[in-house]
Each structure stands twice: as structure tokens, then as C-alpha cells.
T-cell receptor, first 112, second 113 residues
Framework: NAGVTQTPKFQVLKTGQSMTLQCAQDMNHNSMYWYRQDPGMGLRLIYYSASEGTTDKGEVPNGYNVSRLNKREFSLRLESAAPSQTSVYFC???????????FGEGSWLTVV | GENVEQHPSTLSVQEGDSAVIKCTYSDSASNYFPWYKQELGKRPQLIIDIRSNVGEKKDQRIAVTLNKTAKHFSLHITETQPEDSAVYFCAASTGTGRRALTFGSGTRLQVQP
């Protein structure tokens, strides 16, 4: 039981390049999330998916797209990376019965 | 939407002392209030949570109190130890439909041995 796994762990991109962060959970959770973490700003919600087939914008969605591929997988895509997207990205999931969120290990992304 | 404010941003205590971190929230419909601990370079992990029908909850050396009237909740750590040093985040959610947490900006706790 791995919980929430995300890849890659580290990535350096050039401005304008695209990439996809992958996330999968094995807890049979319905809800999945992408957060970004910047110094002094806590964790801010980018996108979330309340269930398979649905996605909704969070607090900071600009510059990102998501895909809920199936119940297990929720990917985050940067179409044209910008230095302002340098951050640590956390994927997370939760069940419907409560609101406890379980996080992946994080992906450190640097855009130069 | 929900707004969560957390204070202080940094807190230094001596080993064995108590530490208190406070959060306020804006959405009176919020009914779930977890606290996460994040060690350097690691993922946030849930340490304790409280729901709106409860005023206080304890788990060994940590406790959380909730005042729904004033819309604030606090984390209390007693008999602090060096391994308590980390960043602590409070969060709140309404638990309806969206089920996404809104986080505070974090408190860096340093326990001096």
C-alpha cells in the first residue's frame, strides 16, 4: 500500500517548455488534488477532482491543466512553463466519508 | 471562499515548554479543522483534527481547541521535544461538495534543546 505516489520528484524546465506531473493513489479515494507550496504562502490549491470524470479550479489554476485519467490517477500539466511556476507541487487524495487529505512526497520543479 | 490566517509565523521555545499556534477562519460553514506537520523536505502529515461538533480533542502531548463562535482554533503542544521542530499548518473546509482544504500560511516551530 504505497498511498499517494507522484513523479517526477525533481525537474528543471526551461521557460516555455511543457511537462506533466503524474500522480496515482491506491487508497480507492474518490477525491484528488494538486497543491503548490511556496515559501511563506502555505499550500494553495491548483485544481481538484471530486470524483472520476470531474475537475474544478482551485485558488491558483492559471497556467495549469489537469486530467483525471481514472479513479487512481490525476495528472497536472504545465503547457508553457514560466519562472513563477517554480514551486513544490503536492498531489493529495481523500475519501468522501471525511476530509482527511493524504499527500504525496512532492515534486520540486524549477523553471529557468 | 474560505480564508485561513495563522499566527505566529515562527515560534521558538525551550525543550519542555508548551507551544500554542492559533488560526482564524472566515467561512462560518467550515466544519473540519485539521493540523498538519511538515518536516524539512517532506510531505505534510496529519497530526490531529477536530470537527465542529467538538470543542477540544487531545492526543498525548497535542491538543486542538475550537471556538466556532469566534471562528478560531488552536494547536497546543505540551512538553515540547526537539523532534517537534517542524512547520505546522492549520486548515479548514466546509466538507460539502468541494471537500478541498484551505491552508494557513504555516508556523515554523523551533524547539531549543
Amino acid at each position: 500500500n504505497a498511498g499517494v505516489t507522484q513523479t517526477p520528484k525533481f525537474q528543471v524546465l526551461k521557460t516555455g517548455q511543457s511537462m506533466t506531473l503524474q500522480c496515482a493513489q491506491d487508497m480507492n479515494h474518490n477525491s484528488m488534488y494538486w497543491y503548490r507550496q511556496d515559501p511563506g504562502m502555505g499550500l494553495r490549491l491548483i485544481y481538484y477532482s471530486a470524483s472520476e470524470g470531474t475537475t474544478d479550479k482551485g485558488e491558483v489554476p492559471n497556467g495549469y491543466n489537469v486530467s483525471r485519467l481514472n479513479k487512481r490517477e490525476f495528472s497536472l500539466r504545465l503547457e508553457s512553463a514560466a519562472p513563477s511556476q517554480t514551486s513544490v507541487y503536492f498531489c493529495a487524495s481523500s475519501s468522501d466519508s471525511g476530509n482527511t487529505i493524504y499527500f504525496g512526497e512532492g515534486s520540486w520543479l524549477t523553471v529557468v | 471562499g474560505e480564508n485561513v490566517e495563522q499566527h505566529p509565523s515562527t515560534l521558538s521555545v525551550q525543550e519542555g515548554d508548551s507551544a500554542v499556534i492559533k488560526c482564524t477562519y472566515s467561512d462560518s460553514a467550515s466544519n473540519y479543522f485539521p493540523w498538519y506537520k511538515q518536516e524539512l523536505g517532506k510531505r505534510p502529515q496529519l497530526i490531529i483534527d477536530i470537527r465542529s461538533n467538538v470543542g477540544e480533542k487531545k492526543d498525548q502531548r497535542i491538543a486542538v481547541t475550537l471556538n466556532k463562535t469566534a471562528k478560531h482554533f488552536s494547536l497546543h503542544i505540551t512538553e515540547t521535544q526537539p523532534e517537534d521542530s517542524a512547520v505546522y499548518f492549520c486548515a479548514a473546509s466546509t466538507g460539502t461538495g468541494r471537500r478541498a482544504l484551505t491552508f494557513g500560511s504555516g508556523t515554523r516551530l523551533q524547539v531549543q534543546p
